[in-house]
């Protein structure tokens, strides 16, 4: 398996979730289980049911993070050489060539990935034609509607 590469805030994130999945959903479950079996008859207890497959999920989501946390790796953009070039963690600004408006992306794992938030996975097109570029460059977007040109205004660590 591969690794998962992560902003420190993603790994903070993520390891956040896992105790709450452990320490507030699990024990909620169990014991949503436990109140449903006191019904009665498990055949035909929906309450008892939706409890289990509740706890289905989330026994899954624990898996499924634990395995994300065993094989993240953490990239800390600021102990970076910044030398500023368009790698994953960095915030960058961008004009599109055509209509002059700018825009702002951080290029983070996939889990952080946000759109509305300007949080782009280091895998999505535009994260891909931005990587190794610099202030001043110019990187042309391969898009659905068509290539998009972009001219690279700034390159942060932050």
């Given at each position: 398996?591969?690794?998962?590469?992560?902003?420190?805030?993603?790994?903070?994130?993520?390891?956040?979730?896992?105790?709450?999945?452990?320490?507030?959903?699990?024990?909620?479950?169990?014991?949503?289980?436990?109140?449903?079996?006191?019904?009665?008859?498990?055949?035909?207890?929906?309450?008892?049911?939706?409890?289990?497959?509740?706890?289905?999920?989330?026994?899954?989501?624990?898996?499924?993070?634990?395995?994300?946390?065993?094989?993240?790796?953490?990239?800390?953009?600021?102990?970076?050489?910044?030398?500023?070039?368009?790698?994953?963690?960095?915030?960058i600004t961008?004009?599109?060539?055509?209509?002059?408006?700018?825009?702002?992306?951080?290029?983070?794992?996939?889990d952080e990935?946000?759109?509305?938030?300007?949080?782009?996975?280091?895998?999505?097109?535009?994260?891909?034609?931005?990587?190794?570029?610099?202030?001043?460059?110019?990187?042309?977007?391969?898009?659905?509607?068509?290539?998009?040109?972009?001219?690279?205004?700034?390159?942060?660590?932050?």
């Amino acid at each position: 398996m591969e690794n998962i590469p992560m902003t420190v805030f993603g790994a903070k994130v993520l390891e956040a979730e896992l105790l709450k999945l452990k320490n507030v959903s699990r024990p909620r479950i169990i014991e949503n289980i436990v109140t449903a079996r006191a019904h009665g008859d498990l055949k035909e207890n929906a309450e008892y049911h939706a409890a289990k497959e509740e706890q289905g999920f989330i026994e899954g989501r624990i898996k499924e993070v634990e395995s994300k946390l065993s094989r993240m790796q953490v990239i800390d953009v600021t102990k970076l050489n910044q030398d500023g070039r368009c790698v994953f963690g960095t915030t960058i600004t961008l004009m599109n060539i055509e209509d002059d408006s700018e825009t702002t992306y951080k290029i983070v794992g996939e889990d952080e990935a946000d759109i509305i938030l300007g949080k782009i996975s280091c895998h999505s097109p535009i994260a891909s034609a931005l990587m190794g570029n610099e202030e001043g460059d110019e990187v042309t977007v391969k898009a659905p509607k068509g290539d998009i040109v972009y001219e690279v205004l700034s390159v942060e660590y932050i």
